[in-house]
Nanobody
Framework: QVQLVESGGGLVQAGGSLRLSCAAS????????VGWFRQAPGKEREFVAT????????GYIDSVKGRFTVSRDNAKNTVYLQMNSLKPEDTAVYYC?????????????????WGQGTQVTVSV
C-alpha cells in the first residue's frame, strides 16, 4: 500500500476552477493506477476519473468529460485533478485512491489505498 494525502480543495463560484493534488509516499507509487472519487452528502461514493501507472491512459465519468483532467508526475509522486467549469453539482468530498495494478478502474473496491479526502464546494 501507499499513503495518500489530498490537497487543493476549497470554495469556488460556479464556472471557476480548482486543481486537486494527491501526494503519495512509497517507492512503488509509479506502478499504481490512481483514481479520483467523490462523495456528496447523502449520496454514495462516485467514480470521477482514473489514470494508469504511466499517465498514458485516462478515463472519466461522463458528467466531467471535457471539464476535468487527470494527470500525474511520477517523479514527484503526485497525481492531479484539474477541474474547470465547475458546477454546484460537483460539490463533494474528493478522494484519491491507488490500485495495485497498472491500469485503473471505476470500481472503488479494487483500490486498496485511500486519502483522507478534500472538500470541494461550488457555489451558485
Amino acid at each position: 500500500q501507499v499513503q495518500l494525502v489530498e490537497s487543493g480543495g476549497g470554495l469556488v463560484q460556479a464556472g471557476g476552477s480548482l486543481r486537486l493534488s494527491c501526494a503519495a509516499s512509497g517507492r512503488t507509487f509509479s506502478s499504481y493506477a490512481v483514481g479520483w472519487f467523490r462523495q456528496a452528502p447523502g449520496k454514495e461514493r462516485e467514480f470521477v476519473a482514473t489514470i494508469d501507472y504511466r499517465g498514458g491512459s485516462t478515463g472519466y465519468i461522463d458528467s466531467v468529460k471535457g471539464r476535468f483532467t487527470v494527470s500525474r508526475d511520477n517523479a514527484k509522486n503526485t497525481v492531479y485533478l484539474q477541474m474547470n467549469s465547475l458546477k454546484p453539482e460537483d460539490t463533494a468530498v474528493y478522494y484519491c485512491a491507488a490500485a495495485p495494478s497498472r491500469y485503473g478502474t471505476d470500481q472503488h473496491r479494487l483500490y486498496d489505498s485511500w486519502g483522507q479526502g478534500t472538500q470541494v464546494t461550488v457555489s451558485v
